[in-house]
Antibody
Framework: QVKLLQSGAALVKPGASVKMSCKASGYTFTDYWVSWVKQSHGKSLEWIGEIYPNSGATNFNEKFKGKATLTVDKSTSTAYMELSRLTSEDSAIYYC???????????WGQGTLVTVSS | NIVLTQSPASLAVILGQKATISCTASESVNKFGINLMHWYQQKPGQLPKILIYNEFSRAPGIPARFSGDEAELNFTLTIEPVEADDVATYYCQQGLTFPLTFGSGTKLEIK
């Protein structure tokens, strides 16, 4: 069955960067776009961007350009997201998801909690 | 950006009754005759779970109590009859244009 396994929680200092992973299994990794979604505490969901593992093509929410970098490692079926110049506003749970036709999300990783604090 | 305005922000419904959640899009989300509007359920401390995709298609395993509808730019998620297990926050999401956007959420409680 389809699974997306994300890396564990991270506590990072303001101004630093964090890189999280999302390991896919149960399907052909290169056939589907992988999206990343942010959920701040008690708030709604924000789409950050997506990457197509086969080519590395990306689409971004303008709000997160310069903040988020998306990459993949096809050899391990793993997607990565790096967030840079972290502030308290970046403290949130970050989910990776598999995009289906029509850009909806059937499969979600368990989420990575990022806490930005000195 | 396509803005999705959800209402109400919270809703209390008697068990067995009907819950109706609205999501109004700021512009069309139609592609080739299909409205790319999707609905999710998120229970406290859990992941979002897809309920309805492409306006009215139920995701696998989702009971018929959940249904989606549309009138112009106004989309609705209906839950009837409401069960205790439906306590959650519900989000709409459009899949037509970047950035993909979500509604602000509707919190469903049992009265």
């Amino acid at each position: 069955q389809v699974k997306l396994l994300q890396s564990g929680a991270a506590l990072v200092k303001p101004g630093a960067s964090v890189k999280m992973s999302c390991k896919a299994s149960g399907y052909t990794f290169t056939d589907y776009w992988v999206s990343w979604v942010k959920q701040s505490h008690g708030k709604s969901l924000e789409w950050i961007g997506e990457i197509y593992p086969n080519s590395g093509a990306t689409n971004f929410n303008e709000k997160f350009k310069g903040k988020a970098t998306l990459t993949v490692d096809k050899s391990t079926s793993t997607a990565y997201m790096e967030l840079s110049r972290l502030t308290s506003e970046d403290s949130a749970i970050y989910y990776c998801t598999r995009s289906e036709l029509g850009a909806w999300f059937a499969y979600w990783g368990q989420g990575t909690l990022v806490t930005v604090s000195s | 950006n396509i803005v999705l305005t959800q209402s109400p922000a919270s809703l209390a419904v008697i068990l067995g009754q009907k819950a109706t959640i609205s999501c109004t899009a700021s512009e069309s989300v139609n592609k080739f005759g299909i409205n790319l509007m999707h609905w999710y359920q998120q229970k406290p401390g859990q992941l979002p779970k897809i309920l309805i995709y492409n306006e009215f298609s139920r995701a696998p395993g989702i009971p018929a109590r959940f249904s989606g509808d549309e009138a112009e730019l106004n989309f609705t998620l209906t839950i009837e009859p409401v069960e205790a297990d439906d306590v959650a926050t519900y989000y709409c999401q459009q899949g037509l244009t970047f950035p993909l956007t979500f509604g602000s959420g509707t919190k469903l409680e049992i009265k």
